[in-house]
């Protein structure tokens, strides 16, 4: 089935905005999430029998589904999805960030690596001010310093080059349309508009987000985002050439250099950047039921790694009682989950880094989940909770590196993708912090609207080094990509194949919590992917138990403190979709937290 691009106007405009959620509150979360929370919607999933498209706006799973009813792969439509995340929720995602994608083609597994990159300029000492004190937080996410060198198109095009299916300048065409004729802002859009003290500051941002009083555009309002449109029609026509190369390129630069703290990216890093193809990394994860194949991003995402750590590391834990009680995560699971999370948190400090400048311990990054390593680590988890978790030696590797200290990490968007010839799609994309750096780009005044560059680098590691002059596995250097949570996933049936599930998260460090839950969820509780993702959030990025508030009972924290943990109830703003493979086809979910919902047919 095909559409003109009339027809696809009308199935955006026409998407059902019924998923987006009203605003309750305006004030900024503590700094552990990097997107605040905006309500609550039920949601009971939805079923497909040929193909589905989970993302985090109806209006972009409108047009990934649009992409493939007109013959498009599962990658031509993630990446249709996404340009038009890029326009609609512009908090999370955009062509000035990155991304990262897991593909399977039927037969065979593929990481493509969009993440940025530290301009060449840059040097280990980039968040330190003059006297060799790291910056505060706020003062390093709004300077130029943290403008990475952007991946996201670069990665797609490439992508698309070895599995695309329809004419890349096709895949522009319902977000050139929006941007064009409008999008109504949406109860999230409007209630982090109100609630963020930055965004404001930035002049071309302040004219576009909001009114002349400064009040952030009201539910509805009809945005028209015509720089944006004329960015994507370069970049339908061009190629990634069109953003890191002329116009587009300097006004970027021109913006990541303009003070305060004035950033080093160049035009020379732009048109230098290159995207990756990896090796994806795997674990086996046996149940009574069947043995599954999960697979994700190797470094420099961290998230694979740590929930292959965590769920392998309760695999050899003994239960104390239920895992669920009264539908819930228990006192009991949550308190081994937390010890298990504690120890892969320490091991991905001291390891994990861009593997073009720091090498796995022993060799390969599959050490790191060798069975035999989980057992001998899962010894340290008891009934009481750890006074300090050591990062352990894999294979007895003797560790170079200084443990990075704890820091904030932030935010993203994802889109899950299958199609009816049995690809899919997992891709998880971003420009970090809630509106990124807050500094929009544009190529001509008179054209309202733009796109906002990324604030990545504050991914790595502001202190380069422990006082021993130990380096920091993560620190700043020239090329180097940041380390991430991104966690893209993939299931299988080991067995047979077959895939079984695609799923991801935004959430800064928390992703990889948030998916770990829907992989405990689905494949050891036995419900569905829209029963998981509605399951309350929890886990541990640096020590204290994180509990989503109003979640748990009382019960719960006094069974948890009563083990010698430290708990904090907080929003936990969990962005997941995920679908699934069903006898009759796909099921999908998506998270009642934000405005996603799945769309297919």
Request: proline share 8%; net charge neutral; glycine share 10%.
């Amino acid at each position: 089935m095909k559409h003109t691009s009339s027809q696809i106007i009308g199935l955006l405009l026409s998407a059902s905005l019924s998923a987006c959620i009203s605003p309750s509150r305006t004030a900024l979360q503590p700094e552990v999430q990097p997107e605040s929370a905006s309500g609550l919607a039920p949601k009971s999933g939805w079923s497909y029998p040929h193909q589905a498209v989970a993302a985090a706006h109806p209006l972009a799973a409108a047009a990934g589904l649009s992409l493939l009813q007109s013959g498009g792969s599962a990658l031509d439509a993630a990446i249709a999805a996404q340009l038009v995340l890029g326009l609609v929720e512009p908090q999370s995602s955009g062509v000035g960030g990155g991304a990262l994608l897991m593909h399977f083609d039927g037969h065979t597994v593929a990481a493509y690596d969009g993440r940025e990159t530290a301009p060449a300029g840059a040097r280990p000492d980039l968040f330190l001010d003059d006297i060799g004190k790291p910056l505060r937080l706020e003062e390093a996410v709004l300077s130029g310093r943290s403008v990475g060198v952007p991946g996201a198109m670069r990665m797609l095009e490439l992508a698309h080059r070895q599995h695309g299916a329809l004419p890349w300048a096709r895949l522009f065409e319902p977000a050139i349309a929006l941007a064009e004729q409008g999008f109504a802002v949406s109860p999230r859009l409007h209630t982090l508009l109100a609630g963020d003290p930055y965004l404001r500051q930035d002049p071309l941002a302040a004219r576009f987000f909001y009114d002349p009083q400064g009040q952030a555009w009201p539910i509805g309002h009809v945005l028209r985002n015509t720089e944006y449109a004329h960015v994507l029609r370069r970049l339908a026509h061009e190629g990634s050439r069109a953003l890191h190369e002329g116009e587009v390129a300097q006004a970027m630069v021109r913006r990541a250099q303009t003070p305060p703290l004035a950033g080093r990216l160049s035009l020379q890093d732009l048109a230098g950047y290159q995207a990756r193809e990896r090796e994806a990394l795997c674990f086996d994860h046996p149940t009574p039921a069947r043995t599954y194949r999960v697979c994700g991003f190797p470094p420099p995402s961290s998230g694979l790694l740590a929930m292959g750590q965590m769920l392998g590391l309760l695999a050899h834990t003994s239960a104390q009682g239920p895992d669920l009680l009264g539908g819930l995560p228990s006192p009991d699971f949550v308190h081994r989950y937390t010890e298990a999370s504690r120890l892969a948190f320490a091991d991905r400090a001291l390891y994990v880094a861009d593997p073009e400048f720091v090498s796995p311990p022993a060799g390969r990054w599959g050490s790191l989940l060798d069975p035999s390593y989980l057992q001998a680590r899962s010894q340290l988890i008891g009934t009481k909770a750890m006074t300090s978790a050591p990062a352990g030696q894999p294979l007895g590797t003797t560790a170079q590196w200084s443990p990075m200290p704890a820091q904030t990490e932030y935010g993203t968007s994802h889109i899950s993708v299958v199609d009816a010839q049995g690809r899919a799609v997992a891709l998880t994309s971003t420009i970090e912090a809630a509106f990124g750096a807050r500094r929009m780009v544009s190529t001509d005044a008179s054209r309202p609207g733009g796109f906002l560059l990324n604030n990545q680098l504050t991914d790595f590691s502001f202190t380069p080094a422990d006082a021993q002059g130990r380096p920091v596995a993560n620190r700043v250097e020239a090329g180097k990509r940041p380390r991430s949570s991104m966690s893209p996933t993939l299931v299988f049936d080991k067995a047979t194949g077959q895939l079984l599930m695609t799923g991801g998260s935004p959430g800064g460090a928390v992703i990889i919590h948030y998916t770990a839950k829907l992989l405990q969820g689905t494949l050891n509780w036995g419900l569905n992917v829209q029963q998981a993702i509605d399951l309350p959030n929890f886990g541990s990025v640096y020590g204290p138990v994180l509990l989503e508030r109003q979640r748990f009972p009382p019960g719960t924290v006094q069974a948890l403190r009563s083990k010698g943990h430290e708990v904090i109830e907080t929003d936990l703003t969990s962005g997941l979709q995920a679908i699934e493979k069903t006898p009759s086809g796909w099921f999908g979910g998506a998270d009642p937290r934000r405005e996603g919902v799945v769309r297919g047919d």
